[in-house]
């Protein structure tokens, strides 16, 4: 009976909150490939000294992955994509693509690896009509393009629901990522979750390990999933058994990969995904999966503090993004959400807090270190999820922190502290029948 009350008090206080004990879960699963033609002329993002110049051609094709999760008439989708980031519309108009089929806001969580040789985030953005080049241009045949795709994928997933057993497992690595800004806090921790079939077979796994995909710099104008896509492709054949593998970041804001040797940018993606591969491979052959696996998920809309351009924008990301004092306001009028959808799922011992943009890791190691303490054993950051909304930084980063980083948050030195905050609110109902 305290059990129920629980439950009917989390639905009340979170509007989107739908929490299922699945004793019965079943899996979904598709992948589609994104690489849109070369005749579409799709600009690269990432850099804006790009200048919206579009991709000479495809190094390696770029997918999207749909792992959908089903308990009695409940159900939710993880979609992992290898794009730089998202604008709020993006899903919004999928769930528009895919009516009657019981997806809304609140069961979907998209992922973006943050590819810096992916499509450019404004080229996707149908409230972008700044036709600023640094900054990316619409292109509605693009956005097109995707939501088909993407449309395709999920409904595909929707289907053949199987039976399926889950386990997750972690480990913490050392030497293959850094700090950027010089501050302490580096995310060490991989995370890995295998997701087998009743037989043992092997469904799908996921992956959140924390660093940006960055080898590929401004000059490097191939398409390209960047080392995300290298670490997929190595670790489904490693496993083998016809495994999806899904890579997601995780509170990347100020973590970058780390790399020794004097490679290419393209040599460097393909090293370093293999090595990642490698740990999580290890960590993959560990992991027992379970029949009886917890399934519950949560979110809620959230007002977001009132836009403001950090004192140092202009500096560095007014420069790098040509605006200025007078235009860097109705850019972020225009292209920033002033208000946002964040969520949670679990899945058996494991809760992906989604952040929707790119989360430093003081707070990500924050929110995990709550919830830890609550009772849940994995915490993974699922970063930059649904969309981006800028840089999330603690208040002494915003306010005392120097370059890029700082400059590109555009809600103020609360904006950490805000979404962190009502991130572990959301994420907290998941945990509560276990400490009952």
């Known amino acids: 009976m305290k059990n129920q009350l629980c439950l009917i008090l989390a639905l009340l206080i979170f509007p989107f909150a739908t929490a299922v004990n699945g004793t019965n879960l079943s899996a979904g699963i598709s992948t589609i490939n994104i690489s849109p033609p070369l005749a579409m ?17 495809i190094h390696d094709s770029i997918w999207a ?29 999928l769930i528009k693509r895919v009516p009657k089929m019981g997806w809304n806001m609140g069961n979907i969580m998209l992922l973006p690896s943050h590819s ?8 996707l953005n149908s409230k972008n009509n700044l036709n600023n080049p640094n900054l990316g241009i619409f292109q509605p045949e693009l956005l097109e393009f995707l939501i088909d795709k993407l449309a395709t994928l999920l409904n595909e997933a929707d289907k053949n629901y199987q039976p399926v057993r889950i386990g997750t497992g972690s480990q913490v690595i050392e030497g293959l990522n850094q700090n950027r800004r010089k501050d302490p806090e580096i995310e060490k921790e ?34 390209s999933a960047e080392w995300p896509g290298y670490l997929q492709t190595n670790l489904e ?17 100020d973590q970058a990969p780390l790399l020794e040797g004097a490679q290419t940018g393209y040599e460097k ?15 993959y052959k560990k992991i027992k999966s379970q029949e009886s696996t917890e399934f519950k998920y949560n979110s809620n809309s ?46 058996g011992d494991l809760i992906i807090s989604g952040a929707p943009g790119e989360m430093s890791a003081v707070l990500g190691q924050h929110i995990k270190k709550i919830l830890k303490a609550d009772g849940i ?7 930059l999820a649904n969309q981006w909304i800028s840089y999330i930084l603690s208040k002494d980063q915003y306010l005392y922190g120097e370059g890029y980083e700082s400059s590109m948050s555009f809600y103020g030195p609360n904006l950490g502290a805000v979404i962190s905050d009502e991130a572990i609110k959301i994420a907290q109902p998941l945990i509560k029948n276990d400490k009952n």
Not at 377 to 383: C, E, M
Request: with cysteine; glycine share 10%.
């Open 302 to 347: 959230l007002k977001l503090p009132k836009h403001i351009a950090h004192p140092s924008f202009m500096k560095t990301g007014g420069e790098e993004y040509g605006l200025n004092e007078k235009t860097v306001k109705i850019a972020m009028d225009m292209l920033g959400p002033k208000r946002v959808i964040l969520c949670a799922v679990r899945i």
């Open 377 to 383: 054993k994995f915490v993974a950051i699922g970063g």
């Open 41 to 57: 002329k799709f600009a690269l993002g990432g850099y804006g000294e790009r200048m919206n110049k579009p991709a000479e051609g």
């Open 269 to 283: 993606i393909e090293s370093y995904g293999k090595k990642i591969a490698d740990h999580a491979f290890d960590l």
């Open 237 to 253: 054949q490693m496993i083998g058994n016809g495994v999806t593998a899904m890579y997601y970041n995780g509170s990347e804001g």
């Open 190 to 223: 991989l995370i890995v979750t295998r997701v087998d079939l009743e037989n043992g077979k092997p469904l799908a796994v996921l992956v959140n390990w924390t660093a940006h995909p960055t080898f590929l710099d401004g000059p490097d104008m191939l398409l």
């Open 116 to 123: 810096h040789g992916s499509l450019e985030m404004d080229a």
């Open 65 to 93: 992955k749909a792992l959908t999760l089903k308990s009695g008439n409940r159900k939710y989708a993880l979609i992992t994509l290898d794009l730089l980031m998202l604008p709020d519309n993006v899903k919004s108009d």
